[in-house]
């Protein structure tokens, strides 16, 4: 006689089947500690074996990396489907050239050459296509589970285009929404799905990187992927392949809406290669106004907390850091939300607006974007930098084309370096 228990098994034992078959259909994601620099680069040990670390451009659409030995890689050839992927974007200010150019040894066959970029110098060079060797960890979620080797299709460089990048870096793994890009080549070859999860640290230690999707979990057995709440639409913004969404509702400093010239909404974007938030002259100023009186509101710290800011530059807005009350979220200061679309707020505390420039001050880390080269698509209003993505978990989802954020971490217990990187026995 069958029982309802039975039917409970029953559906149990298909469910594992079922999970059992996805799982050996797809591989398991990658994990990569996330390292921070004293320029506020951020790097991720995966170039070959060994393995080297690349520089994370969320605006790269490619990977590329110093070749060993000149001429000893081997090139795509032009008519290559990735070839074709590696020229859907070019550079700022870089000629389309076409597919490649012919071989200076047989002209007959035609190689292909990408346009590797250095976000830092703003250098562009031509390299050739070519294969090489990643590696990073296998991850449940909770531990790594042991290293996993994949062939990547990536640009080859010279050393001059490293000019700027941390020592010891031999490239940079582009994570922009583009087919060679280095999330979207971890998903093809792991059978993963095409987003990634990026918790920056902030100061010494180290953050982590998940491709592949979640979950993940801090040490003590916490899902902090659990945290990252409802998505907010990932948008285009002209032919960039970088990662944009809207605050459709506009920001708000301590609760009131700041005022600006217009009520449009303001494209946000995302850069890991500025250390801090840029604005657009438009909203800089009615935002450092609305920082600086709502500074003033705030009871505590009106008498002789702002100082001058001379030597503080690119900062305007500084303070006696004395006269701040420190909690878990930096400094007690006004809130500043971004009101996004979807409804919900990127809401950034004392700790991603607060930047500590000596012993003795603070100031606000917002300045002013230099006027953009006069491409015809206008600036975003607001590019955020790594100062303001640190200690948040950001799941960037190409597939769903969405973002999700927990928001600050270290208010709740929690930080980007608590994922735990001992393999286990
Ligand atoms: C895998 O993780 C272990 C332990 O954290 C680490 O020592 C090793 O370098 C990692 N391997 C790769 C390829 O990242
Ligand atoms: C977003 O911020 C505004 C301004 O502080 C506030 O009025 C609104 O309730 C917030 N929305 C959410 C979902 O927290
Ligand atoms: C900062 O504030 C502290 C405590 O109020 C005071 O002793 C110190 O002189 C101030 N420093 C400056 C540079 O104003
Ligand atoms: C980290 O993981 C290892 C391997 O599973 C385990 O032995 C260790 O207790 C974990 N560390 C913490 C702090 O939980």
Redesign the pocket.
């Known amino acids: 006689m069958w029982q309802p228990k039975d039917l409970v098994l029953v559906a149990i034992s298909l469910c594992v089947l079922a999970c059992t078959v996805a799982g050996d259909g797809g591989g398991r994601p990658l994990v990569?500690a996330v390292t921070r620099d004293a320029t506020s680069l951020y790097t991720i040990?995966v170039k070959s074996?060994r393995?080297l670390p690349l520089v994370l451009d969320l605006s790269g659409p490619i990977v590329w990396s110093t070749c060993d030995g000149g001429a000893s890689h081997d090139t795509l050839e032009c008519n290559n489907m990735d070839c074709m992927r590696a020229h859907r974007f070019h550079p700022p200010n870089c000629q389309h050239t076409g597919y490649g150019m012919p071989d200076a040894h047989n002209p007959y066959r035609c190689k292909c050459t990408a346009h590797p970029h250095n976000p830092v110098s703003g250098d562009t060079a031509s390299g050739d296509m070519t294969r090489v060797t990643l590696?990073?960890?296998a991850t449940d979620g909770r531990n790594?589970l042991?290293?996993v080797s994949f062939t990547a299709v990536t640009s080859c460089a010279l050393d001059s285009l490293l000019a700027g990048l941390p020592v010891g870096a031999v490239g940079v793994a582009g994570l922009a929404r583009s087919g060679l890009a280095f999330p979207a080549q971890v998903s093809r070859t792991q059978g993963v799905a095409n987003s990634f999860a990026l918790c920056l640290p902030s100061g010494q230690g180290n953050g982590v990187a998940i491709f592949g999707g979640g979950p993940l979990f801090a040490a003590n057995g916490r899902s902090i992927t659990e945290l990252l709440g409802s998505r907010t639409p990932l948008r285009k913004h002209g032919e960039s392949p970088g990662y944009y969404i809207s605050a459709s509702r506009g920001i708000a400093v301590d609760g009131a809406r700041v005022p600006l010239d217009s009520y449009a909404p303001l494209t946000i974007g995302f850069s890991t290669t500025i250390p801090y938030a840029e604005l657009r002259h438009d909203v800089y100023r009615p935002l450092i106004n609305a920082f600086d009186q709502a500074m003033e509101r705030q009871g505590a710290i009106t008498t002789g907390a702002r100082v001058p800011s001379p030597a503080a530059a690119p900062f305007e807005l500084c303070y006696n850091s004395s006269r701040l009350s420190p909690t878990r979220f930096g400094y007690f200061v006004p809130t500043v939300e971004l009101m996004l679309e979807g409804g919900r707020n990127w809401t950034v505390f004392g700790i991603n607006s607060m930047a500590q420039v000596n012993r003795a001050t603070a100031c606000f880390a917002f300045v002013e974007m230099k006027a953009g080269d006069k491409s015809c698509v206008a600036a975003p209003a607001v590019v955020l930098g790594g100062f303001q993505m640190q200690q948040n978990l950001l799941m960037f989802d190409e597939e769903k084309q969405t973002l999700g954020f927990t928001g600050q971490l270290t208010g709740r217990g929690l930080s980007c370096g608590h994922f735990n990187?001992?393999?286990p026995a």
Do not use: K, L, V, Y
């Open positions: 990569t040990p074996s393995p590696s990073a960890n790594p042991g290293p990187f001992t393999m």
